[in-house]
């Protein structure tokens, strides 16, 4: 399997290669169980946060890094999105997301008690990485659902279109690759 070499927050990484479809391949990127990553990068991220007063992520590759990021910060309460409504959630919100990642559509879940802590306060979105930024809009629907006040969105690595946004603070770029683990330009 062909890999892609990098270095993030100074730990290095190979990316397996992987295809998404007859056209396209992403380097995959896993913070599961990888705990030196996951708290280097979560550092590298704290150094660029805004003031925030809670963080929130998505079920599930982004749970590690928001867990990391609050034991950083204080050991502060975070948010999770959740793919399914559990049983002890209330006054469930809900929101629909097609990820480059996940097959077909799947919807985001918010438990309304989370939702009643985060009416007014400044949200920071967090993610291991932000590719055609599906999942983010998702998210910003929920905190918006919630009457919270989005005050930056985060990721580790920003793939493809995602590198061009101005509103996403990443630490690296992650490129696109051909079917034949060439990295694609532009």
Request: net charge negative; no cysteine; proline share 5%.
């Given at each position: 399997m062909k890999t892609y070499e990098m270095t993030i927050a100074g730990v290095k990484r190979a990316l397996p290669i992987c295809p998404v479809n007859e056209n396209l391949s992403i380097g995959a990127f896993v913070i599961f169980g990888d705990p030196e990553l996951t708290t280097a990068a979560a550092d590298a991220l704290l150094a660029r946060a805004p003031a925030y007063d809670y963080i929130i992520t998505a079920e599930a590759k982004g749970i590690p890094l928001a867990h990391e990021m609050a034991r950083l910060a204080g050991n502060q309460k975070?948010?999770?999105?959740?793919?399914?409504?559990?049983?002890?959630?209330?006054?469930?919100?809900?929101?629909?997301?097609?990820?480059?990642?996940?097959?077909?559509?799947?919807?985001?879940?918010?438990?309304?008690?989370?939702?009643?802590?985060?009416?007014?306060?400044?949200?920071?979105?967090?993610?291991?990485?932000?590719?055609?930024?599906?999942?983010?809009?998702?998210l910003e629907k929920l905190v918006l659902a919630a009457e919270g006040v989005i005050v930056g969105k985060m990721a580790i690595l920003a793939e493809g279109d995602a590198q061009s946004r101005e509103?996403?603070?990443?630490?690296?770029?992650?490129?696109?690759?051909?079917?034949?683990?060439?990295v694609m330009e532009g």
């Open positions: 975070y948010f999770i999105a959740r793919k399914k409504p559990k049983l002890y959630m209330t006054s469930v919100f809900e929101v629909t997301v097609n990820s480059i990642t996940t097959k077909g559509e799947q919807k985001l879940y918010l438990d309304g008690a989370d939702a009643e802590l985060m009416k007014g306060k400044r949200i920071l979105i967090v993610d291991d990485v932000i590719s055609t930024g599906e999942s983010l809009a998702a509103d996403l603070i990443y630490l690296n770029p992650l490129p696109l690759f051909h079917p034949d683990g060439t």
